[in-house]
């Protein structure tokens, strides 16, 4: 049998192949997915949060006999979710045979997360995706900051793969509200600078070359306050002029909001990843609205961030 | 009017034509139904527009879509390519903006139905209040009727109403072809931290499995006092994941079948659900869907 030339977008059942615990409130989930669509950094899956029902598992229900199955007493009990929930691609490798691995990290806050937290290695998830556009890698840029928040982190981890590859010198400031909360692993001894400059010290990010910035609520770990301070003062005081740095962003809408006034003040590209309450992902149930600029009189018009976005440039956002 | 299949999309869960494309093959439903067109485009309501609650979703879109012209320009020469015959939901806040839109559809081949919303909870004007008093569905399906000289007129019932049946026969009065039933119900979730309601519109309209017992309640009801008598085929929805669900409506009077929440699940849950009812037939003796709509026995 021939492989289809262009993979679709679709529905795909995984194989969980880990899911480990990374901080206090954040999860790990490495997805094993065969034939899964190419993908770029700033892309997401809508994962479901319960065992899977996708066309590849078969029917929910199957008819014997003229006698209808009766729902199982768990699954009547059971506090499933309804809707799927969209996690970005925190990383990618390729194996033999047409085998992807994805990695999701997940942060744990609601009944559909804390059901992921359980999942255990062996266990069918399914997928939908890959979705959304993705972050921009300039040719003419020779230089790259990642400012990341809390659960807004994963994405940038795939980004700083691929800026790496692309031979970017890229730093990065990676906030959180404490040490234990942080979705990122220290390398062992690291030395994490409580002036807000970056080190290497992120594992994840090291392991790309990347040094960075820790900045913490509470000061538990790195600098005590908001990472966009961390940024601001890179951008001050950084060799690198502005216009030769492309600074992307995901977090907290506070801390995007800093980051792009600080970069577009300072002549820096800035791209920045939303997040929005969505039910499909797929551009249909019109719920997940970013206002961007345009030339009507009003001056903006609603874009869906699952389909126009979720990365957008930091210079069209209409902030509220 | 024959259908291939009894399934069809539930209007605004769905898109405008193929943005399903890479998820199912819409070619092999029975319908396809868009999400409500108005006369002029609507940007609809403000950032937060769902939210999930217990088996079902809240949302208040507000009928945001691109518009008649944009429509006619950009989305038919898409659903021409799906080859089905298409419904078209229609919505407005005047009685003139529905027949403007009614009336340019006439003229658009693949089109071959209006649905009439006459139901949506969600914007101040329009919709729900030509919905919800029997004398006002009478008048604006009457209208309607006029300029769907070719297309069949669908009129969507609100569930929001005391007595269902009383709408339904108006409507059918009036000369509706057939009816959809049903639409979301008004409901609200609370942020209990902001002492506000989630939704930045307030209320939104509840679908998902959470009311599917009402809305096969409803399709009964209207099927046995006033849709089986008059011929009038009713479109069953409301909740519809699984082919027993679907069974459900069908067995409750239902001669379509429109599937809405779902579809963010799970686009290929329609293909599922038409094998399944498949299925089904063959298990218990049934030759075609037919030999079993509307023969719940109670």
Redesign the interface.
Same mark, same amino acid.
């Given at each position: 049998m021939s492989e289809p030339s262009v993979k679709?977008?679709?529905?795909y059942l995984a194989e969980v192949l880990a899911n480990e615990v990374v901080c206090d409130d954040h999860g790990r989930l490495i997805l094993d997915v065969a034939h899964f669509p190419p993908t770029a950094p700033g892309q997401f899956i809508q994962l479901?949060c319960r065992p899977p029902?996708?066309?590849e598992a078969g029917?929910?229900?199957?008819?014997?006999?003229?006698?209808?199955p009766q729902f199982t007493q768990a699954e009547l009990l059971d506090?499933q979710?309804?809707?799927?929930r969209p996690f970005s691609i925190a990383g990618r490798r390729e194996h033999a045979g047409g085998a992807s691995e994805l990695d999701i990290v997940y942060c744990v806050k609601g009944v559909g997360t804390r059901w992921l937290a359980g999942v255990n290695a062996g266990q069918s998830l399914?997928v939908?995706g890959p979705l959304g556009n993705s972050f921009v890698i300039r040719r003419d840029k020779p230089a790259a900051a990642l400012v990341g928040g809390g659960v807004g982190i994963p994405p940038l981890l795939y980004l700083a793969e691929q800026l790496a590859t692309a031979g970017k010198e890229t730093v990065a400031f990676i906030g959180a509200r404490s040490a234990d909360r942080l979705p990122l692993r220290l390398l062992p001894n690291a030395d994490v600078r409580t002036d807000g400059a970056p080190s290497h010290c992120a594992a994840e990010l090291a392991a790309y070359g990347v040094e960075t910035a820790i900045a913490t609520d509470d000061g538990s770990l790195g600098m005590a306050g908001v990472v966009g301070e961390a940024f601001g003062k890179w951008l001050d005081g950084s060799a690198v002029s502005a216009e030769n740095v492309v600074v992307y962003s995901c977090g907290p809408e506070a801390m995007m909001e800093a980051v792009a006034l600080m970069s577009l003040a300072a002549g820096a590209e800035c791209q920045l990843s939303l997040e929005?309450?969505?039910?499909?992902g797929?551009?249909?149930?019109?719920?997940?609205?970013?206002k961007l600029r345009d030339d009507s009189a009003q001056g903006w018009?609603?874009k869906l961030c699952c389909a126009d976005g979720p990365v957008f440039d930091a210079a069209q956002i209409v902030w509220d | 009017m024959t259908l291939a299949n009894p399934l069809m999309t539930a209007s605004g869960?769905?898109?405008y034509a193929d943005?399903?494309a890479?998820?199912v093959d819409l070619t092999q439903l029975g319908a396809f139904v868009t999400?409500s067109i108005t006369a002029k485009p609507r940007?609809?309501n403000n950032?937060?527009?769902?939210?999930?609650t217990?088996?079902?979703?809240l949302?208040a879109?507000g009928l945001?879509n691109v518009g008649l012209d944009v429509f006619l320009a950009e989305k038919v020469p898409l659903l021409a390519a799906l080859a089905l015959p298409v419904f078209v939901n229609v919505a407005g806040t005047t009685v003139d903006d529905y027949l403007a839109v009614a009336d340019a559809l006439e003229s658009v081949d693949i089109v071959r139905g209006v649905e009439l919303n006459i139901s949506c909870p969600n914007v101040k004007a329009g919709g729900i209040q030509f919905g919800t008093d029997p004398e006002q569905v009478r008048l604006i399906t009457g209208e309607l009727r006029k300029v769907c000289r070719t297309n069949i007129l669908i009129v969507k019932l609100s569930p929001n109403v005391t007595d269902i049946a009383a709408i339904a026969a108006a409507a059918v009065d009036a000369g509706a072809d057939a009816l959809s039933m049903i639409n979301t119900f008004t409901a609200m979730a609370v942020d209990i931290d902001t002492r506000r309601p989630v939704l930045a519109n307030g209320t939104g309209g509840l679908s @998902?499995?959470a009311i599917r017992p009402i809305a096969v309640y409803m399709v009964h009801k209207v099927y046995t006092q006033v849709a089986q008598a008059a011929g009038v085929p009713i479109i069953g929805m409301g909740g519809i994941?699984?082919?027993?669900d679907a069974v459900e409506f069908l067995l409750a009077g239902a001669t379509g079948l429109a599937v809405g929440?779902a579809?963010?699940?799970?686009?290929?849950?329609l293909?599922?659900i038409r094998?399944?009812i498949g299925?089904?037939l063959?298990?218990? @003796?049934f030759a075609s869907v037919t030999d079993i709509i509307g023969t719940l026995e109670v």
């Open positions: 679709k977008r679709g529905s479901m029902t996708p066309p029917r929910a229900i199957e008819w014997r006999d003229g006698q209808t506090s979710p309804l809707l799927r399914s939908l929005r309450y969505m039910a499909c797929m551009g249909t149930c019109q719920s997940c609205v970013c018009a609603y | 869960t769905c898109g943005e399903y890479d998820f999400k940007a609809g950032y937060q527009r769902v939210i999930e217990r088996a079902g979703m949302n879109i945001a @998902g499995p994941q699984h082919a027993h929440t579809l963010f699940v799970e686009p290929g849950c293909m599922d094998d399944g299925d089904y063959d298990s218990h @003796g």
